[in-house]
């Protein structure tokens, strides 16, 4: 070991030539195998480990995605049970609403209804036309002309008699004229009654 120390001491690295490769001392091919073996050695392991890295980096990317919609789903099913809930809700308001507007079988009893929430007020009714139906997207709209003639308070008391029916009638239009008989007004009104016309029956 110590003749392999002294030699390459001796040795002058600068007339180094690796085209006389063979006349270098036995350490210094020693040396120059062990560089170019770790020179391999380096370089396959860098090209290796390169690759890996492209995959690496491609399966982090991947992971990032999958967490992110797992995320996504987690949320979703944690709503799962009050979207539910509100859909449940919400049908039941949408039946309960259905359930105030008339059927077509209905309609002459809804005019009577009207014109008894007139009586009881104490109203002339001088007019209850039904007008033709007219077809909505969701719904079949029938319109009613009312002239009635009375006091304010009176005809205000029909008003809320009229909103207070168990179904569904809104008022539009009002015309109010003063007739010869003091405080007297003739009122004259558009009612408004809607049928709920279900999915299978929209064109």
């Known amino acids: 070991m110590m003749a392999w120390v002294a030699e390459l001491q001796a040795f002058d690295w600068r007339a180094l030539d690796v085209r006389d490769a063979g006349d270098w001392p036995r350490p210094a091919q020693w ?3 062990a560089a170019l ?11 290796h480990v390169s690759g890996k890295r492209d995959i690496l980096a491609a399966s982090e990317r991947e992971e990032a995605t999958l967490k992110a919609a797992y ?59 039904l007008q033709a139906e007219r077809t909505g ?14 006091d304010y308070h009176q005809l205000g008391a029909f008003a809320g ?11 539009h239009d009002f015309e109010l ?19 709920y016309r279900p999915a299978e029956a929209t064109p």
């Open 71 to 129: 995320r996504d789903k987690a949320r979703q099913a944690a709503g799962l049970a009050a979207l539910r809930q509100r859909e449940s809700t919400l049908a039941d308001a949408f039946n309960t609403f259905v359930a105030t507007l008339p059927a077509h079988t209905e309609v002459p009893g809804l005019v009577e209804d009207i014109a008894s929430a007139a009586r009881v007020n104490r109203l002339v009714v001088e007019r209850i036309e």
């Open 31 to 33: 040396l120059a195998l």
């Open 161 to 171: 008699a009229v909103a207070n029916l168990p179904r569904l009638v809104t008022l």
């Open 137 to 150: 997207e969701q719904y079949v709209e029938l319109p009613i002309n009312l002239t009635l003639t009375g």
């Open 177 to 195: 004229a003063a007739m010869e008989a003091a405080s007297t007004l003739r009122l004259t009104v558009l009612a408004k009654t809607y049928r």
């Open 37 to 47: 073996g770790l020179g391999a050695l380096w370089a396959a392991w860098a090209l």
